[in-house]
């Protein structure tokens, strides 16, 4: 799509006079307008949900110029472009099947909503990003979720000093903000806290996807 979608932009070379100018442009201009303030973002404008914003915009140029197409030639094009989706869209459902969802969607979402569920605790701070918002919407807000606090370390100390805390942190490896949980683990180290792991969530292909964790302070 985005090769032929690049071709049709650059085809206003050649057609610059014709009466698809308009249609084309207007593709153009809306897909930079769109994905500009994206790039222009940090952390913004790379993934799928981000490109899809650009739709149906880039589409505008495909169509116009294929209206200028003898028939065959523009059943040709379409046949091209469409199996071509159609071959993207069974490799990423064939992964999907195989692989399960990435970890921001990841299906051990269920089962750890489950055990915070069962937990009782009474506090339960996200670790990492990604992880609330979705326990929010599996409990329908029942869940005491908070974001932990790793602004500063007063902040981390307090948190600590609270027994009922429960932490939730992505595993080892698979955190979007690692830096968050290795701010809570320094502090606590150095306040002399031991960090006790309550379980690990797996996904439905066995792959560790959450830790829930807690702290309890050292008597020496």
Known sequence: MLIIAAACALSLIF?????????????????LGTWLPM?????????????ILLWPFHLIPIAAVLSQLSGL????VT???CGSNLLVTNQYYADLVVNGPAIRWTDAMDPLQRYLADSHARRILAADWGIMETMNLLSE???PMYYADTSSDRGIELMLRDPASVFVGHAKGLALHPRERAAIE????????QQELLTTIL???GRPAFDVFRFRKLHL
Do not use: M
Request: charged residues 20%.
């Open 15 to 31: 057609l610059w006079k014709s009466t698809i100018r308009q249609p084309i442009l207007f593709g153009v201009i809306a897909c």
């Open 186 to 193: 320094e502090v606590a180290q150095r306040e002399q806290y």
């Open 203 to 205: 996904d439905r292909n």
């Open 141 to 143: 807000g029942e869940l």
């Open 79 to 81: 046949t091209l472009v």
């Open 73 to 76: 030639r523009a059943a040709l």
């Open 39 to 51: 790039v222009l973002t940090a952390g913004a404008g790379t993934a799928a949900q981000h490109a």
